[in-house]
């Protein structure tokens, strides 16, 4: 089984940035995919960047520019660094993991419990 941690959330005023953290425990061979998506209140949950194991990232074009993200596979954490946040990036943000327990094994896909952000004006 595979538990995920989530981790650096909380309240900053617009303009300011916050580093979120992904740590997955478990019986873990290869962290291969982490994917950060967030949920505002009445919308629904989008994709805001992810990057595989071989170093290819992705971002929704609002952030681009603004957020990094980044993975170590030794340590099996994720991370998703937010600069010039915006009062309308608060959201539950969530990280969601492919996981491969052992070599040659099959991947499988696990989300984290969700973490607050809030940006204020």
């Known amino acids: 089984q595979v538990h995920l941690v989530e981790s650096g959330g909380g309240s900053v005023q617009a303009g300011g940035s916050l580093r979120l953290s992904c740590a997955a425990s478990?019986?873990?061979?290869?962290?291969?995919?982490v994917g950060w998506y967030r949920q505002a209140p009445g919308k629904q949950r989008e994709l805001v960047a992810s990057i595989t194991s071989g170093g290819t990232t992705t971002y929704a074009y609002a952030v681009k520019g603004r957020f990094t993200i980044s993975a170590d596979n030794a340590k099996k954490t994720g991370y998703l660094q937010m600069n010039s946040l915006k009062s309308e990036e608060t959201a539950v943000y969530y990280c969601?993991?492919?996981?491969?327990?052992?070599?040659?094994?099959?991947?499988?896909?696990?989300w984290g419990q969700g973490t607050q952000v809030t940006v204020s004006s």
């Open positions: 969601n993991v492919d996981v491969q327990q052992r070599l040659g094994g099959p991947q499988d896909n696990y």
């Open positions: 478990g019986s873990i061979f290869s962290l291969n995919f």
